[in-house]
């Protein structure tokens, strides 16, 4: 089945150390996209990709970094540089990245901080 | 600049009554608007989308949602709950400047579902 894969589903980090999280689509997917989600809010967009070798800050960009080196994958790093990083991350993909392309999304990483 | 605002935080109805989820947006162009479906610890799942096509768009599992364009709202409904439809439902709008930057997602709205 076709889909977006996201893992850890849990992960735990030190201080002061940095962590990445996975994301692979078999969808055949051009844009791919993370968000952040804390409890009692929508999603917030923290980097996306139109195009391999391509991609944009989102609105909280800071403390965060991505690199789409393939068109399947597309890896957050959280850094020691983001001093709140608990939260639910997920990962999503669209055909393209317009007005009317529907996004899908990944069952999420869940991180803490040990 | 678009927004969308989630009327209500939080919505409970009995089993086999109707459910009015309530969403108002701005934007100022001609909007894409979708509802989004999230149980615990999962993705979200696309219920339904409007792209200037029909008004009323139908969706899977029996809901559906009105553009009301006098009245800036995208409200989701669906005639009968069921307890599988007990989850955190989001209100999406996305401008027409085709940029993926302009997704904008509401607050939510938490459903419960009573038997």
């Known amino acids: 089945d076709g889909g977006i894969t996201q893992s850890p589903k849990y992960l735990f980090r030190k201080e002061g150390q940095n962590v990445t999280l996975s994301c692979e689509q078999n969808?055949?997917?051009?844009?791919m996209y993370w968000y952040r989600q804390d409890p009692g809010q929508g999603l917030r967009l923290i980097y996306y990709?139109?195009?391999?070798?391509?991609?944009q800050k989102g609105d909280i960009a800071e403390g965060y970094s991505v690199s789409r080196e393939k068109k399947e994958s597309f890896p957050l790093t959280v850094t020691s540089a983001q001093k709140n990083p608990t939260a639910f991350y997920l990962c999503?993909?669209?055909?393209?990245?317009?007005?009317?392309?529907?996004?899908?999304f990944g069952d999420g990483t869940r991180l803490s901080i040990l | 600049a678009q927004s969308v605002t989630q009327l209500d935080s939080h919505v409970s109805v009995s089993e086999g009554t109707p459910v009015l989820l309530r969403c108002n947006y701005s934007s100022s162009y001609s909007p894409s608007l979708f509802w989004y479906v999230q149980h615990p610890n999962k993705g979200l799942q696309l219920l339904l989308k409007?792209?200037?096509?029909?008004?009323l768009v139908k969706g899977i599992n029996g809901f559906e949602a009105e553009f009301k364009k006098s009245e800036t709202s995208f409200h989701l409904t669906k005639p009968s709950a069921h307890m599988s439809d007990a989850a955190e439902y989001f209100c999406v709008v996305s401008e027409a400047s085709g940029s993926a930057r302009q997704l904008t997602f509401g607050s939510g709205t938490q459903l419960t579902v009573l038997p």
């Open positions: 409007y792209t200037s096509a029909a008004t």
């Open positions: 999503a993909s669209s055909i393209s990245g317009g007005q009317n392309q529907p996004q899908h």
């Open positions: 990709s139109q195009i391999v070798n391509d991609f």
């Open positions: 969808l055949n997917h051009d844009a």
